[in-house]
């Protein structure tokens, strides 16, 4: 440890919590290996830092004049694309800066992580004040195989024909279908398309790649990117079970209040749904949902952050009488500590959106999934869960009304017999696997150690 002392490494995480959740993990393990930790961060979306004590906060501001989040009215109702491409504009030209004066001052600093989706301007950053650039690639291995394919996409005219043959194979990436490529739904596809191949280019140019993943997860996967890509991979995933030095979260009257709910529900009996931090429905939509859990007869944790239903602030569109008509049966909340919530036994299934964090996470606690996809790789992580790994099967968004949600979520709740829930229980065995002595995420984070340890940082030795 002690050689490490005075080695810095800075991190420039995507300022939403499935990317920053990753990101402040994957710091801890570096902490825990005995390298201090300064996060640059923006203005939009900034943490509470005392939530992190061992690590150093700096806000990268998108004017230079101090701290000034973008505002509410300059990004509600945007679309994420349109929000990603305002994000790198604004903030990217200011990140230069702050390395620049991070890299100028006190300990050495070995690295540069940043997230894979900032793209190639951060090598050009780090290049010009000389420091290496590894990437966080937050989502997984067989999503990226897509994003690496646009130009392919593009070029057979995938993306022009999309609406036409959404249950086509995709002959070139099986087993994806045409409605499985990670595209958003979007006024500007071109713009997508660069923030897509400007991430991918931007992990090809780095000096290595870091996965939230594990081998006996996405092997082929992992494999058919390493042998195009010729930078370092290094799945050392799921960060989340890592030892790491993050202090438990403080809980809330909420999360007290979830904990006493789920510890009354019989074992395995409870369907937790939540979709993530970005996803949006309509009210329409939503009032199904509501009625398919209410009706299905099972319990049902539901989280609905403010902002899920467009147009309304929270439940207020749910009609008169339908919290009585739920009783205790059902809870919903605007946010849960989802990790103990799915670590639970009272959970038996998890109705997720498939982001990433959200399937890795479930699949680390042995939980079956139902899958509802709403973009980019939701719906290539949906067609593993169900196709390849075979621990969930998919409700699609075109399909849901109350008496198919109903019906989804009884089946469901009826793993037992169809091997669902043994086959996650063996993948949060390999992932346990991975994580203990010669697994093979240890031993990539060692050889990771190593190669950070090795870097002549352009010129002087880290
Ligand atoms: N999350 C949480 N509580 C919630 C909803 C989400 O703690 O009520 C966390 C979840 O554990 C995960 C992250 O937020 O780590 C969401 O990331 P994911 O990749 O699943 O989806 P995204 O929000 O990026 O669409």
């Known amino acids: 440890m002690d050689e490490r002392k005075g080695r810095r490494i800075i991190m420039f995480p995507l300022p939403f919590p499935g990317h920053f959740n990753p990101m402040i993990q994957l710091a801890s393990i570096f902490h825990h290996r005995g390298f201090s930790v300064t996060i640059l961060h923006t203005s939009y979306n900034f943490p509470d830092p005392s ?10 501001s998108h004017n230079n004049e101090g701290e000034d989040p973008l505002s509410r009215s300059e990004t509600s109702g945007m679309d994420l694309v349109s929000l990603l491409r305002l994000l790198k504009q604004k903030y990217l030209e200011s990140f230069r800066e702050s390395l620049a004066a991070e890299v100028g ?6 690295f540069l992580v940043s997230d894979a989706i900032w793209g190639s301007n ?3 950053a780090a290049k010009e004040v000389g420091v290496r650039r590894l990437v966080l690639r937050t989502g997984g291995a067989a999503s990226f ?7 392919l996409f593009r070029d057979k005219g995938y993306f022009s024909t999309l609406d036409s043959r959404l249950d086509d194979p995709v002959i070139e990436l099986p087993p994806l279908k045409v409605k499985d490529l990670p595209v958003i739904e979007t006024n500007d596809p ?5 923030i897509v191949t400007d991430m991918v280019e ?11 993943t594990f081998e006996d997860l996405e092997r082929d996967q992992l494999m058919d990117l390493s042998s195009n890509f010729h930078v370092p991979f290094f799945p050392i995933g799921p960060f989340h079970k890592h030892s790491n030095d993050l202090p438990p979260k403080p809980k809330n009257k909420e999360d007290n209040e979830i904990t006493d709910w789920l510890d009354n529900q019989e074992p395995k009996s409870v369907v937790y749904a939540s979709f993530g931090s970005l996803a949006d429905i309509e009210e329409k939509v939503f009032l199904e949902i509501a009625c398919g859990l209410r009706n299905s007869g099972h319990p049902f944790l539901w989280v609905v952050r403010p902002g899920l239903v467009r147009g309304t602030e929270w439940l207020e569109s749910l009609p008169c009488g339908f919290m009585e008509s739920i009783g205790y049966k059902g809870k919903i909340v605007k946010w849960a500590n989802q990790l103990e919530v799915l670590a639970h036994p009272a959970v038996g299934v998890f109705w997720t959106h498939c982001g990433w964090n959200s399937t890795v996470e479930s699949i680390c606690e042995g939980v079956p999934m139902i899958c509802t ?10 067609r ?7 621990v969930g099967k998919v409700l699609e968004r075109s399909m849901m009304d109350k008496g198919e949600i109903e019906k989804v979520v009884r089946s469901a709740m009826m793993v037992e017999g169809d091997g669902m829930r043994d086959r996650c229980l063996d993948f949060k065995e390999m992932a346990d696997k991975s994580l203990g002595e010669n697994g093979s995420s240890s031993n990539y984070l060692d050889k990771l150690v190593r190669h950070v340890l090795s870097f002549d940082s352009y010129g002087s030795t880290c």
């Open 190 to 194: 071109d713009e997508l398309y660069q």
């Open 145 to 151: 195989c897509a994003f690496a394919a646009f130009p």
């Open 202 to 212: 931007s992990a090809k140019s780095s000096s290595g790649v870091i996965w939230n």
């Open 373 to 382: 996809p709403y973009f980019t790789d939701q719906r290539v992580n949906a």
């Open 122 to 124: 951060t090598e050009d």
């Open 51 to 60: 939530r992190y004590p061992h690590f150093t906060f700096r806000t990268i």
């Open 105 to 110: 001052g006190g300990d050495t600093v070995c």
């Open 384 to 390: 593993y869960i169900a196709d390849v790994w075979r």
